[in-house]
């Protein structure tokens, strides 16, 4: 396990934590997690279900608070107290569920929340064209070419989906872009679609994290990579540090195979 030297007059990483340890009642859901997010780079969060991933990103997020350790935004202390926090501070997160209102364009759902208006008191309206406009141009910058922004979102495919989610958040200026599991209800080619759009996000300049189960995936994107275990920390590698092989097979959890593999040979020969 390593811990990279910090470099004299580096900017601050935008997310740290460090040996950040998170409760539900006396459930331990983490103990002792180290993770570094640096402008322009991808960090990949692995483990198995159950392993801690979710709750790592909600910390991150502000959906839930650290018990123990410490999580810093861009070298300051920090306790989000909730999404909005988040936000405020340039934390986006796409969620695995992504909250879409799949009837509504795909331009209305590029802008919920945060709607801009033309016009003042009794006149004021929703910019529609410009709402239009801008999502037209903001997915074509990520390189998504929609043939019509007006269809609903429900009708895109899951990765469209995802790239739409991850083209608003670079459009709202987030500088870290928190991603669960993106690719995991994807097939291969549309996988690697929304792992071009992770590569585009982390080109402009954002930091981003990726949660996947999938090792492929991570190598293709990442230049870090932390392991999950139960909720404690297998491992964590820098990309020069690690080829897929190896990440690969920590992932399968390696050494635990060979011990099944043996247990079961055991249980034959008896
Ligand atoms: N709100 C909660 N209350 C109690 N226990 C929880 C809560 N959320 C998660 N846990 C527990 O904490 C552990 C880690 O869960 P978490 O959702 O972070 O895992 P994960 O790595 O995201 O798994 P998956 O791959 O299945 O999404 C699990 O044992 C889970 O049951
Ligand atoms: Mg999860």
């Known amino acids: ?90 934390i986006a997160t796409v969620y695995q569920d992504l909250a879409v209102v799949p009837l509504m364009p795909v331009w209305r759902n590029f802008f919920l929340g945060s709607e801009p208006t033309r016009g003042t008191g009794p006149f004021k309206r929703l910019d529609v064209d410009r709402m239009r406009r801008t999502t037209r141009a903001e997915l074509l910058r990520m390189g998504i070419d929609l043939r019509d922004v007006d269809q609903p979102i429900g009708t895109l495919s899951g990765g469209e989906r995802q790239c739409v989610a991850i083209a608003r958040a670079v459009h709202f200026g987030a500088k870290v872009l928190v991603l669960d599991e993106p690719t995991a209800a994807l097939g291969v080619k549309q996988s690697g679609v929304v792992l071009k759009y992770v590569a585009a996000a982390r080109d402009a ?48 959890g390696g050494s635990e195979l060979d011990e099944l593999s043996h247990e079961l040979e055991r249980a034959q020969g008896e």
């Open 1 to 90: 396990m390593t811990t990279p030297e910090p470099v004299d007059n580096a900017p601050a990483p935008l997310v740290e934590l460090d040996a950040v340890s998170k409760y539900y009642g006396n459930i331990r859901a983490l103990e002792g997690v180290s993770l570094t997010v640096h402008a322009g780079e991808v960090s990949c969060v692995l483990g198995d279900n159950g392993a801690g991933k979710s709750t790592l990103i909600k910390i991150i997020a502000g959906l839930h608070q650290h018990d123990a350790g410490s999580f810093r935004i861009e070298g300051e202390e920090a306790r989000l107290s909730n999404p909005r926090d988040a936000l405020d501070r340039g």
């Open 205 to 252: 300049g954002l930091g981003v994290v990726l949660i996947t189960h999938n090792p492929h995936h991570a190598y293709l994107v990442g230049d870090r990579f932390v392991l999950l275990k139960r909720g404690t920390m297998a491992g964590s590698h820098l990309r020069s540090e690690i080829g897929l092989d190896e990440l690969t097979r920590q992932m399968a």
